[in-house]
């Protein structure tokens, strides 16, 4: 059974770090892509930050970009996410996913988030 | 553009059909895939691909796209289909992903 787990979250205050994990089990972590993924609460989903399972490039989103660091340790199955000169505006729940993509028999690349963990809230307040 | 628009609510009655579009640019060329949230939980894959259900997704959920159009349709809608449904795509980078704002589904 595939099992995500996020921890690390909480309350830190503007310009702060924090760095969440995601320990992942239940299938060969080293092989797959990883993604992070926010809510602001009532709010809708914004993909944060992506790492490929092969090459471990990185990806992220405009907002981020410069400010959070996304890694992995292979050999702790578990995925980062460093978060630095955090914003009022980064509070949110972060949720890791696993990022299933794959090619059916035409090609075609089939992107999928196919399993998600239950999310840790960081609050970014003074 | 990198948007993907979705209406922001919809009503079904019990028992009927209703379909949840999603549009933008990069479905031109990149499937969609589709997430469940309900309140309190986390997203759950719903549909990927041309018209793909992950084990344990019912068969009342389906697929498809055109064009710049992706369709989430939920055919016999249950109560439990009550909940906020997102779609999602690469951009047109390639390396991207955004989500579109979510379509609130009622259940009457």
């Known amino acids: 059974e595939v099992q995500l787990v996020e921890s690390g979250g909480g309350l830190v205050q503007p310009g702060g770090s924090l760095r969440l994990s995601c320990a992942a089990s239940?299938?060969?972590?080293?092989?797959?892509?990883m993604t992070w993924v926010r809510q602001v609460p009532g709010k809708g989903l914004e993909w944060v930050s992506g790492?490929?399972?092969?090459?471990?490039?990185?990806y992220y989103a405009d907002s981020v970009k410069g400010r959070f660091t996304i890694s992995r340790d292979n050999s702790k199955n578990t995925l980062y996410l460093q978060m630095t000169s955090l914003r009022a505006e980064d509070t949110a729940v972060y949720y890791c996913?696993?990022?299933?993509?794959?090619?059916?028999?035409?090609?075609?690349?089939?992107?999928?988030?196919?399993?998600w963990g239950q999310g840790t809230l960081v609050t970014v307040s003074s | 553009s990198s948007e993907l628009t979705q209406d922001p609510a919809v009503s079904v009655a019990l028992g009927q059909t209703v379909r949840i579009t999603c549009q933008g640019d990069s479905l031109r060329s990149s499937y969609a895939s589709w997430y469940q949230q309900k309140p309190g939980q986390a997203p759950v894959l719903v549909i990927c691909g041309k018209n793909n259900r992950p084990s344990g997704i019912p068969d009342r959920f389906s697929g498809s796209t055109s064009g710049d159009t992706a369709s989430l349709t939920i055919t016999g809608a249950q109560a439990e289909d009550e909940a906020e449904y997102y779609c999602n795509s690469r951009d047109s980078s390639g390396n991207h992903y955004v989500f579109a704002t979510g379509t609130k589904v009622t259940v009457l």
């Open positions: 996913a696993l990022d299933g993509y794959y090619f059916d028999t035409s090609g075609s690349r089939i992107d999928r988030f196919a399993y």
């Open positions: 239940g299938f060969t972590f080293s092989n797959n892509a």
């Open positions: 790492i490929s399972g092969s090459d471990d490039s990185t």
